[in-house]
C-alpha cells in the first residue's frame, strides 16, 4: 500500500469570502479610482487547489517514476459519506513528488464550511482524508523540496534509496535479538556450537534448489544418552533403507551389488554369510588363510591344492566318477594309464575273469595263495 505524506501546501481559494457579483461598494470618486486601478492590476481569483505531496512506498522508498491515475473527492465528512466533488487526472510522479492542480477540468464552484479531501492513486484510496482549510491564495507556491523539509533525494544516504542492510554505517560487531526473520543463506563463519541444541524430532528440514512445499526432514528418536555421529573425511552418498536396500542393518548384506571399494583386512576369520547375489572377480583380502574347513565345494574347472602338489583336471576327475567305497560298478572299475603303476593295493577280489595280453612279469612274490591255476599257464 502507497501512503502521502502531505507537505502542508494546499492552497483553497478563499471562495466563501468572495461576493458572487464581484462587486464592491465605494462611497466616493477617490476610492473608486483606487479600486479600478487594483483591479486592473490583478487577474481574476481562480477556483483551484494546488495540492503537493510525497507518494512513497511500505518501506519508506519513493514511488516509482511514471504516470498514476490519480482521483480527487471533496467530502463533508471525515469518514464515510458521498462526494459532492471529483475530478480524475493523470500525473507523472517523479521521485515521489505528487504536483497538482486541483479544479483544472472540474472547476471548484461551492465549498462547504466543512470540507475534506480524499486522494487516490492507482487505486488504492490514501487515508485519512485532508481538511481543507481557508487560506490567501497563492500565484507561485514553493517547491515540495522546499515545503516538506527534507534533504534532496540525491543527498540522501545510500541506505535512504536502497533499504539494504549493507548500506548501513557504523553498524555494532553484535546482533542480539529474540528472533531473525529471512534468509541467512550470506551468513558465514557460523560455529557449530554457537547454534546450539536443535530440539524437536525434526531438529533440521532441508530444502533444494527451488523452494517449495518439498522437505527433507531429519528426524532423530529420543535418546536416552549420548549419542555421536561421524561424518568421515571423504566424499560419497549417504546410503539410507530408502535409496538403497543393500544393508539393513550391520554385518548382514542381501542381494544387490556392494558399490565401495574391495575389502581392505587380511582375510575373513569369521563366518560370512551370503545369502543371495554372486560374488564376480572382487577379491576379499589380500592373503591366503592357513586353513578352511568346507561342508560342501563345487568346482567348474578342476581341483587345485598347491600345497599338496595335487592338480587334477576335469578329465581325471572323471575316471572317480563310478568308484564308491565298498563298492565297483559293473561298467568301470579303475582306470589308469599304461604309463603308471599302482601301489599298496590289498586284497583284490575278483569275480569274474581277470584278461592281460601276457601275464608275464605282472605278477610277482608270493603265489602260494593262488587257487584254480591250469598247468598249461
Keep these: 500500500m502507497k501512503k502521502l505524506i502531505c507537505i502542508a501546501a494546499i492552497f483553497l481559494i478563499p471562495l466563501l469570502a468572495q461576493n458572487k457579483n464581484n462587486e464592491i461598494k465605494i462611497s466616493n470618486k477617490t476610492e473608486i479610482l483606487k479600486v479600478n486601478n487594483e483591479r486592473t492590476s490583478v487577474a481574476a481569483v481562480p477556483r483551484k487547489v494546488a495540492y503537493q505531496g510525497i507518494l512513497t512506498k511500505d518501506n519508506g522508498q519513493p514511488a516509482d517514476d511514471r504516470m498514476y491515475s490519480v482521483k480527487f473527492r471533496l467530502y463533508n465528512l471525515l469518514e464515510g459519506g458521498e462526494p459532492f466533488w471529483e475530478e480524475s487526472q493523470i500525473i507523472f510522479i517523479n521521485d515521489g513528488l505528487l504536483s497538482a492542480t486541483v479544479g483544472v477540468y472540474n472547476e471548484l464552484n461551492k465549498i462547504p464550511a466543512n470540507a475534506f479531501l480524499e486522494v487516490e492513486v492507482g487505486g488504492s484510496v490514501l487515508e ?204 568301470r572299475v579303475l582306470v589308469v594309464d599304461s604309463e603308471k603303476d599302482i601301489h599298496g593295493l590289498r586284497n583284490i577280489n575278483a569275480a569274474g575273469t581277470v584278461n592281460a595280453e601276457s601275464f608275464a612279469g605282472m605278477f610277482m612274490g608270493d603265489g602260494s595263495g593262488i587257487t584254480g591255476v591250469s598247468a598249461s599257464s
Design 128 to 331: 485519512p482524508r485532508q481538511e481543507m482549510t481557508s487560506v490567501f491564495y497563492s500565484i507561485i507556491s514553493d517547491t515540495s523540496y522546499f515545503a516538506k523539509g527534507y534533504t534532496r533525494t540525491e543527498d540522501l544516504p545510500p541506505v535512504s534509496l536502497s533499504g539494504e542492510y549493507s548500506d548501513l554505517k557504523n553498524i555494532p560487531d553484535t546482533l542480539i535479538a529474540d528472533v531473525f526473520i529471512g534468509s541467512a543463506s550470506g551468513l558465514t563463519g557460523i560455529l557449530a556450537d554457537s547454534v546450539g541444541v536443535l530440539s524437536g524430532s525434526t531438529p533440521i528440514v532441508f530444502d533444494g534448489e527451488t523452494n517449495d512445499n518439498n522437505k527433507i526432514f531429519l528426524t532423530v528418536e529420543e535418546p536416552t544418552s549420548n549419542q555421536e555421529i561421524l561424518i568421515p573425511n571423504t566424499s560419497g552418498t549417504l546410503l539410507t533403507t530408502g535409496n538403497d536396500q543393500l544393508i539393513d542393518e550391520v554385518g548382514i548384506i542381501h542381494s544387490g551389488v556392494w558399490m565401495g571399494d574391495e575389502i581392505e583386512d587380511t582375510f575373513i576369520d569369521n563366518d560370512l554369510s551370503i545369502l543371495d547375489g554372486e560374488i564376480n572377480a572382487t577379491p576379499i583380502g589380500n592373503s591366503v588363510p592357513s586353513s578352511a574347513n568346507f561342508t560342501s565345494l563345487t568346482t567348474e574347472d578342476g581341483l587345485k591344492i598347491y600345497n599338496g602338489n595335487i592338480d587334477l583336471s576335469n578329465d581325471e576327475l572323471n575316471v572317480l566318477d563310478s568308484v564308491v567305497h565298498g563298492q565297483a560298478s559293473p561298467a
